[in-house]
């Protein structure tokens, strides 16, 4: 069974840094691109980061570039998502997506369950 899981969301001030982790199992790890997507209060579900393992390709949107830096693990499995800067519209569930390729979502992606991440001005 493979499994996504979330983990080092929470709250943080305007200004600050978190460092999202979405460790992963039964997953052939290499063989897929880690994204990161977020959905605001009310908002639609946006991409936000990703990484192809296979060439190590990493991806961000305009609207955190220069701010946010994907990374994965491959012995152990991981990607991770610095945030620094955070802004109030950073606001979200942040979830972790497994695909085939980058942005392209498909039904044999694999989803984590979400964390959430909460930036006070």
Sequence with gaps: EVQLVESG???AQAGGSLRLSCAT????FDRYAIGWFREAPGGEREGVSCI?????????VSSVKGRFTITSDSARKTAHLQMNSLKPADT??????????????????????GIAVTVSS
């Excluded at 192809?52 to 961000?60: E, L």
């Excluded at 979200?92 to 369950?113: F, P, T």
């Design 25 to 28: 199992s039964g997953l052939a």
């Design 52 to 60: 192809d393992n296979r060439d190590h390709i990493a991806n961000v």
């Design 92 to 113: 979200a569930v942040y979830y972790c997506v497994a695909m085939k390729e980058c942005w392209v979502l498909g039904q044999g992606d694999y989803w984590g369950r």
């Design 9 to 11: 969301g929470g709250l």
